[in-house]
Nanobody, 114 residues
């Protein structure tokens, strides 16, 4: 069983920054890809950013140029640096890891005030 534990959420003013981290219970090399999703109230969960085991990255258009996903292989962690935050970035952010199965963290709240 894989466990993903997120940290780093919180309340920030518009224009500010936050860094989310996700610690995996096993080596991240075992995953095909890892990523961050978010779900705002009343909306569907959406992909924010993803990184493959080969290092390729993919971002939602709404966060390109503001968010950066990265991995720390030694710590089995994936992080999301979020800059220039906007109120519309407010959501619960979930860490995701994929093999033939998808694993999810418990989620961390990010609130951006205007």
């Amino acid at each position: 069983q894989v466990q993903l534990v997120e940290s780093g959420g919180g309340l920030v003013q518009a224009g500010g920054s936050l860094r989310l981290s996700c610690a995996a219970s096993r080596t991240i090399f075992s995953f095909n890809a890892m990523g961050w999703y978010r779900q705002a109230p009343g909306k569907q969960r959406e992909l924010v950013a993803a990184i493959t085991s080969g290092g390729s990255t993919n971002y939602a258009d709404s966060v390109k140029g503001r968010f950066t996903i990265s991995t720390d292989n030694a710590k089995n962690m994936v992080s999301l640096q979020m800059n220039s935050l906007k109120p519309e970035d407010t959501a619960v952010y979930y860490c995701n890891a994929r093999t033939n199965y998808q694993y999810w963290g418990q989620g961390t709240q990010v609130t951006v005030s205007s």
